[in-house]
């Protein structure tokens, strides 16, 4: 009912700069919140960044400040701009987005199949 795919990922060196866009198809009017996680090799997945319908927005502790994450309406699409990256940045990132169901009491999420960011020299 909802598909999310990713793109924009790709090699960048320590300071540089990447935009990941995740485009929304299906039954795009029932979504309120998009977002990001990443998760890297031995990691856990880790929220990156998060926004509502309404442009209120969340981002993670190791991100703030150097992530902004925005999304257009019109295009159906989110995105996440990724400043002053380091080497800690490199995981694989994934969009994420959930609608609640008020009749069932219940939340149904979506994931995209995430886009690879190396952050290397």
């Known amino acids: 009912q909802v598909q999310l795919v990713e793109s924009g990922g790709g090699l960048v060196q320590p300071g540089g700069s990447l935009r990941l866009s995740c485009a929304a198809s299906?039954?795009?009017?029932?979504?309120?919140?998009m977002g990001w996680y990443r998760q890297a090799p031995g990691n856990q997945r880790e929220l990156v960044a998060a926004i509502t319908s309404g442009g209120n927005t969340n981002y993670g502790d190791s991100v703030k400040g150097r992530f902004t994450i925005s999304r257009d309406n019109a295009k159906n699409t989110v995105y996440l701009r990724m400043n002053s990256l380091k080497p800690e940045d490199t995981a694989v990132y994934y969009c994420?987005?959930?609608?609640?169901?008020?009749?069932?009491?219940?939340?149904?999420?979506?994931w995209g199949q995430g886009t690879r960011v190396t952050v290397s020299s």
């Open positions: 299906g039954s795009i009017f029932s979504i309120y919140v």
């Open positions: 994420h987005a959930y609608r609640t169901r008020a009749m069932f009491g219940d939340r149904i999420d979506y």
